[in-house]
């Protein structure tokens, strides 16, 4: 009787130490992602973003699937030609406003500077405004100039005209993002956009309007002006109420000064990300292209994490470096680098262990791609490992030597994308590319290291504890 006493008395304190265990690890996952840490807020947003870029992939696909079918090969080709462009020099036509916002807002508002606040707010929109009509006026003159396809004239011309709209996007989101309104600043550019983009070219095809490039760039145009309106009127609602009125001021020069450099890392990204398909066209037929972009689009998705993390915290940095807090800046910056590496490194195993029937999706012939994404997973998990760097260096004044690193990998990716696709085709561009995001991830590691003296590599620092 004793044994068996003592049995059910171990059961039970067994039973009661595994419930206690239990109920301590579901407090510390609420607190992980409710708690009023400045952690837990990064999380919580981090994933409002994430899940944003997720639905929007999602809905990318299904809208690029609807408009091959409607406009057919040539059409849809053309369409795409001038989306692309559209795309390359749209994301740099706010000269980088929109990141600077981050930089800007924190410091106006800890210093209370409320008058230069309120000028930024209302002028940095204005100014990318004037900025990018200027650059689709010249680009307009250009394409009227250019020996070019007459067909894909009318389509990049309406593709220039969004460009105003695209840069004040790109600066209303960015201010949005540094007042937490993730939804406000995702929602109409990711998911309003693509769904008014279907809604509206169905009401064409209905309506029986010719189903070409000229028409859907046209939509594309309307949708991209109607969010972009959209989203200002409802960004200025809530700043009414976030912001006190008062006088304004403006620095406009100091915006520029500041914005520029960020302006060009944006740039050198956009180039190293299309330079590797960009080469390989000219090298190869368009079957490896096409097999090589669909390894690379699959894998991009791991692209996501870093890309949901490093738009939500970015401002988060300036503020601790404004109010002096180094402590709390080097364990925020350990954060955000395990909130970007680990959930990278998850999503990276599961594309890979399910690679071969998510590349069937797009024929059989693809399937020879497989190989491809474990050579672009080693550059992806390189980039995840030292988080939210480039961020972190724009944010803290280091916004000239984060260009060098991007211009100097954008050089490498190039140099070995010539030397290797020759010889080695689609691999040698996913070898080229997954490199220089090696190449990019030490060096930004570096410059973090001793110019900052801070350490974002996910190994090598002592984890401390959530703030």
């Known amino acids: 009787m004793t044994s068996i006493g003592s049995e059910q008395a171990r059961r039970s304190h067994w039973l009661s130490s595994w419930q206690a265990d239990l109920t301590g690890a579901i407090a510390r996952g609420r607190e992980l992602f409710t708690g009023g840490s400045e952690s837990s807020l990064a999380r919580r947003l981090a994933g409002a973003a994430f899940i944003v870029r997720i639905v929007a992939a999602l809905l990318a696909f299904v809208s690029q699937v609807v408009l091959a079918r409607w406009l057919g090969g040539r059409e849809f080709g053309i369409y795409v030609y001038a989306w692309t462009w559209l795309l390359l020099i749209g994301g740099i036509s706010d000269v980088g406003l929109g990141s600077a916002a981050q930089r800007f807002i924190p410091e106006y508002t800890e210093r209370r500077e409320?008058?230069?606040?309120?000028?930024?707010?209302?002028?940095?929109?204005?100014l990318a405004l004037l900025i990018a009509t200027a650059i689709a006026s010249l680009a307009i003159g250009i394409v009227a100039l250019l020996p070019i396809d007459p067909l894909t004239v009318l389509p990049l011309c309406l593709a220039c005209a969004a460009l105003p709209a695209?840069?004040?996007?790109?600066?209303s989101s960015g201010i949005a993002r540094s007042y937490d309104w993730i939804n406000l600043?995702?929602?109409?550019?990711?998911?309003?956009?693509?769904?008014?983009?279907?809604?509206?070219?169905?009401?064409a095809y209905l309506?029986?309007?010719?189903m070409d490039a000229v028409t859907t760039m046209l939509v594309t145009l309307v949708t991209l002006?109607?969010?972009?309106?959209?989203?200002?009127?409802?960004?200025?609602?809530?700043l009414a109420a976030a912001v006190e009125p008062g006088a304004k001021a403006y620095a406009r020069r100091a915006w520029l000064v500041t914005s520029a450099p960020?302006?060009?890392?944006?740039?050198?990204?956009?180039?190293?990300?299309?330079s590797d398909v960009i080469i390989l066209t000219q090298f190869r037929p368009p079957q490896d292209v096409a097999v090589y972009y669909a390894a690379a689009k699959i894998m991009a998705l791991v692209a996501f994490i870093y890309f949901a993390v490093a738009q939500t915290v970015a401002h988060k940095f300036s503020e601790y470096h404004v109010t002096g807090n180094r402590e709390g800046l080097s364990d925020f910056l350990a954060q955000t680098t395990r909130m970007t590496f680990w959930p990278s490194l998850a999503l990276i195993a599961v594309l890979l262990a399910l690679g071969e029937p998510l590349l069937r999706m797009f024929g059989k012939d693809f399937v020879g791609g497989y190989r491809l994404m474990f050579i672009i997973a080693i550059g992806l998990l390189a980039r995840a490992s030292v988080g939210p760097a480039e961020r972190l260096l724009n944010m803290l004044g280091e916004r000239r030597r984060c260009a060098h690193v991007y211009a100097g990998s954008f050089l490498l990716n190039v140099a070995l994308c010539f030397v290797l696709i020759p010889r080695f085709g689609a691999i040698g561009a996913a070898t080229a590319s997954a490199s220089a995001l090696v190449f990019e991830s030490i060096w930004l590691f570096l410059v973090v290291k001793?110019?900052?003296?801070?350490?974002?590599?996910?190994?090598g620092r002592p984890r401390t504890g959530d703030r």
């Not at 409320?114 to 204005?126: C, E, P, Y």
């Not at 001793?450 to 190994?459: E, N, P, Q, S």
Request: net charge positive; proline share 3%; aromatic share 12%.
């Open 114 to 126: 409320l008058a230069l606040l309120r000028g930024f707010l209302i002028g940095s929109r204005g």
């Open 166 to 171: 695209f840069a004040v996007a790109n600066v």
């Open 185 to 203: 600043a995702l929602a109409p550019t990711y998911i309003l956009r693509q769904v008014s983009l279907i809604v509206l070219l169905g009401v």
């Open 207 to 210: 309506a029986g309007l010719p």
């Open 225 to 238: 002006w109607a969010c972009t309106i959209g989203q200002l009127l409802f960004l200025n609602r809530r």
């Open 262 to 274: 960020i302006s060009l890392v944006e740039g050198f990204y956009v180039l190293l990300t299309y």
């Open 450 to 459: 001793f110019r900052l003296g801070l350490h974002c590599l996910i190994f």
